[in-house]
């Protein structure tokens, strides 16, 4: 197995009588950004406690490069991970932060100086962390994870508190990682964070996977056959279509979302009727609209429970 992979098989964890992991089981690949996504309490944080050896599970295994953290000599050369980008000390410097993080795993400062650019927090560097606002916390977390140069990297809600020009810096500077080989797994609640940066999605529900494949094919499936055209002329098109055995719903005025029919066979149907189009295109989903296609389950089952205690 490459130095790079991060593999959860079967982890099972109990708090009481809560099952936070349910046989939790996934790989994060090299060279790929993995998106570790699922509702509040779903699991994904106590995986990363896991595999990180801060939490120990009931059963199953957690493994980086093939072997459990713990049993790593430096193991940030291996693995680098955000977990909590508040956990900082308010007096210190982000650089002393750094400084201090870089002695104890043996680098040196121009090891710091290098991360502090990367991530974009050379001007801020040199004050104490306590003033850093959610997004330079989580750039200087970053810098920390990245400091001996791992393989690996695994990010807990690395957008959380980001503004947007923040959301775009690190969507592409995630994709920079991986393009070099590492494998970047990083969670989040929100799958719309996700789209246009993970090549692979793993969707947790319940301590337990419920959806692990490529946003390729997430979204495909989730776009099903559908055919959006936008027109002037919305009954007559109705009709039309629904006479050449499509299935037609007007999502918005104007705008008509029509199953069963391919796109060429659409533009066929209206052509040969003169009927007028503004715009006529396969409907592509959004990740958003793939999870929660995915996770409606996972979440009436969270608003029954809620429900019943409440
Ligand atoms: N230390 C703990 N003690 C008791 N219960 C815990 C503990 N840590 C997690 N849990 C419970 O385990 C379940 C999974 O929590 P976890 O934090 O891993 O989910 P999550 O997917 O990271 O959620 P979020 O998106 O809210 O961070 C939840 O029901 C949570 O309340």
Redesign the pocket.
Same mark, same amino acid.
């Given at each position: 197995m490459s130095d790079a992979t991060i593999e959860v098989a079967g982890l099972r964890k109990r708090? &009481?009588s809560?099952a @936070?992991l349910d046989g939790m089981s996934f790989t994060a690949e090299p060279g790929r950004v993995t998106g570790f996504v &699922?509702?509040?309490? @779903?699991?994904?944080?106590?995986?990363m406690r896991i595999i990180l050896g801060l939490h120990t599970a009931d059963s199953g295994r957690a493994l980086v490069g093939g072997r459990p953290y713990r049993s790593l000599r430096s193991p940030l050369r291996y693995l680098g991970a955000l977990l909590d980008a508040s956990a900082l000390h308010p007096a210190r410097t982000g650089r002393n932060h750094l400084l201090w993080l870089a002695r104890s795993q043996g680098l040196g400062r121009g090891r710091v100086d290098e991360v502090v650019e990367l991530v974009g927090l050379a001007s801020a560097s040199r004050r104490p962390a306590g003033g850093y606002s959610l997004g330079m916390q989580q750039r200087l977390g970053l810098a920390a994870a990245l400091l001996a140069d791992p393989p690996a990297i695994m990010l807990?809600?690395p957008f959380n508190g980001m503004d947007p020009e923040g959301i775009v810096w690190l969507r592409r500077f995630l994709r920079t990682l991986a393009g070099q080989g590492r494998a970047v797994l990083v969670?989040s609640?929100l799958m719309g964070e996700l789209q246009g940066m993970a090549d692979h999605v793993v969707v947790?529900g319940r301590?337990r996977v419920i959806a692990d494949s490529s946003v390729a094919d997430l979204i495909a499936a989730a776009s099903g056959d559908r055919v959006r055209v936008r027109t002037s002329a919305a009954g007559a098109v109705v009709a039309a279509l629904t006479a050449a055995g499509a299935d037609v719903t007007e999502t918005a005025a104007g705008v008509l979302s029509v199953r069963g029919l391919g796109a060429e066979r659409v533009v066929a149907v209206l052509t040969a009727r003169g009927l007028p189009f503004s715009e006529l295109a396969p409907h592509r989903a959004t990740l958003e609209e793939a999870y929660f296609d995915l996770t409606s389950d996972a979440v009436e089952y969270r608003a029954a429970a809620t429900g019943a205690s409440s």
């Open positions: 708090y &009481g809560t @936070a &699922g509702p509040n309490g @779903a699991g994904k944080s106590t995986t807990d809600e969670s609640h947790v301590g």
